[in-house]
């Protein structure tokens, strides 16, 4: 069965740091692969999406980047975090090409807080 | 754009009550549609979901019809538990490159024993 791994759960960092949020799919092979933040109290931003290795699109710029080292591995990063990266950071996969029959899948989530 | 709009919450009920949270959207093309679900301090589950017009969705009690005339794609359930107490989300899914998924804002539900 395919699962989705996120971590850290959570996660609390000071203003300037770096950051490194992984995410990991077993199960499957070549799956869409996404993240998504969610702000206190409001709905989700998709912040990027990747279909293969190395291909990543960008939804918003900002202080954020994403790669896909491997077919199955995400990972979120920043060099320097912002007060305003606080949120709740949402990994989710999917074999959707088109139609949407099958949704997404999302792990359990990293709550990030920058003080 | 495309685009989602939920009720804005919270919803507070009473266990058994009747459920209504209200959903449009705007989108080019024949998006499918989901409603997630979100317990706290968890990930989104898929809950229901339909890919054309007039199809029904339905999981756990809840149900969904997919209404292109309206473009609306309402989450009901006939009698809510406590158990139920979560946020909701609808979603669009576009049918492009990523298949990427839009989410409505979210509507907290609270049911009271």
């Known amino acids: 069965s395919q699962t989705i791994h996120q971590w850290p759960a959570t996660l609390v960092q000071p203003v300037g740091s770096p950051l490194s949020l992984e995410c990991t799919v077993e199960?499957?092979?070549?799956?869409?692969l996404y993240w998504y933040r969610q702000a206190a109290g409001r709905g989700l931003q998709l912040l990027f999406y990747?279909?293969?290795?190395?291909?990543i699109s960008s939804e918003v710029p900002q202080n954020l980047s994403a790669s896909r080292p491997q077919d199955r591995q995400f990972i979120l990063s920043s060099k320097k975090l912002l007060l305003s990266d606080s949120g709740f950071y949402l990994c989710?996969?999917?074999?959707?090409?088109?139609?949407?029959?099958?949704?997404?899948?999302f792990g359990s989530g990293t709550r990030l807080t920058v003080v | 754009g495309d685009s989602v709009t939920q009720m804005e919450g919270p919803v507070t009920l009473s266990e058994e009550a009747f459920l209504t949270i209200n959903c449009t959207y705007t989108?080019?093309?024949?998006?499918?549609l989901f409603w997630y679900v979100q317990y706290p301090g968890e990930g989104l589950q898929l809950l229901l979901k339909?890919?054309?017009?007039?199809d029904k969705g339905s999981n756990k009690g809840f149900e969904a019809t997919y209404r292109k005339e309206t473009t609306s794609f309402h989450l009901e359930k006939g009698s809510v538990q406590v158990s139920d107490s979560a946020v909701y989300f609808c979603?669009?899914?576009?049918?492009?490159?990523?298949?990427?998924?839009?989410f409505g804002a979210g509507t907290r539900l609270f049911v009271k024993a």
């Open positions: 339909a890919t054309k017009a007039d």
């Open positions: 989710a996969w999917s074999v959707e090409r088109t139609g949407g029959t099958y949704g997404y899948t």
């Open positions: 979603a669009l899914g576009l049918n492009t490159g990523g298949f990427k998924t839009i």
């Open positions: 989108a080019t093309g024949y998006p499918s």
């Open positions: 199960g499957t092979s070549n799956p869409n």
């Open positions: 990747s279909v293969g290795i190395g291909q």
